[in-house]
């Protein structure tokens, strides 16, 4: 079974060393960092973490090929592939159209974009001249690496069916943001019928169970940690995502006019309930093993935590190691 973090790419480059060197000394399998606009860039951390880092493997989650064009896409990963030793793995998607429309770059067609993309890319790290996949990107015959690469994982980030289809059928892993941890199922179903296309088997494809934690002895901390982050973002959830926690959309307005008009934090996380806060888990060791067990009871093979992590980073990485370590002693005897 694997476990890996997530940080978004909103934090100081001391904070990433600090934290990476703690997952690697913990065992943890996997650090993905997020690559969205407008903070830091997420290969240019990974190649820093690449000299710091002795096991864990090195993730973007995610970049999009219409901020970077593919051939530099394929181009950073057999780089951070060579600096890594081999231990990069490529997470790519279709983008937001909220951050596109910041830098007036039009949302066309995200799957078809997507598909022809990774297409684009695997056939670049294999060697390979690409091919015509599609209308969007055209290449000489000059369009090719000039260096060698190795096997590189590509996952595809996302949460709608069709583009959890899409990694089945074209990509080595999905990362899915679980919201809540439950809809695991639903990607699982998604990403069964791209493998069926594609004639491969789950057991040789890395579903990724990516979640939002918040981990700390104190669960009225951890707690409040996760209720911030559900304050922020909450009023931007889909009704569909909602409705698996029993919560409506219309319960986030006080709480957006609390945080963003009155700029009053301790007033907008009051009005945060305990169904908003299982859009992700919250809670001690105990409590996390107690959320995550009928998942890996089913077959969840790879838990993956993201932000807000906890607290206190670092306290939250040693709990979250004692919830990796239990599931791995307990799946191995």
Known sequence: MKFSIRLNNDLSINEYRNIAVQADSLG???????????FRSAPVILSDLANRTKNIRLGTCILNPYTTHPAEIAMFAGTLSEVTNSRFDL???????????????????????LEESVKIIRSL??????????????FTSEAYMRFQNDNIPIYIGGVGPNIQSLAGEIADGLLPLL?????????????????????????????????????????????????????????AMPQE???RIAVNRKEFEPISEALISKQDKKLALSMVTENM??????????????????????????????????????KSLDIL??????FSKNLTT
Do not use: M
Not at 29 to 35: A, G
Not at 91 to 113: D, M, Q, R, T, Y
Not at 290 to 296: E, Q
């Open 179 to 235: 919201l809540p941890p439950e809809t695991y199922f639903n990607a699982k179903e998604n990403v069964s019928r791209g493998l069926e296309l594609s004639q491969k088997r789950l057991s040789n494809f890395d579903l990724v169970g990516s979640i939002w934690v918040s981990a700390s002895s104190d669960v009225e901390q951890a707690k409040e940690a996760l209720g911030e982050k559900i304050a922020y973002f909450g009023n």
């Open 277 to 314: 806060l299982k859009v992700g888990i919250a809670g001690d060791k105990s409590e996390i093993i107690k959320r995550l067990n009928p998942l890996v009871e089913s077959g969840v093979d790879h838990v993956s935590f993201g932000p807000p992590l906890g607290p206190d980073p670092e």
């Open 91 to 113: 997470g790519i998607s279709c983008g937001a159209s909220e951050f596109l429309n910041w830098v007036g770059i039009p949302h066309k067609k995200p799957k078809s974009h």
């Open 28 to 38: 943890f399998d996997q650090l993905w960092i997020s690559n969205d606009l407008f």
């Open 321 to 326: 190691a004692k919830v990796k370590d239990y």
């Open 241 to 243: 995502i909602l409705d």
């Open 125 to 138: 790290l294999l060697g390979e001249k690409p091919g015509n996949y599609g209308s969007f990107f055209k």
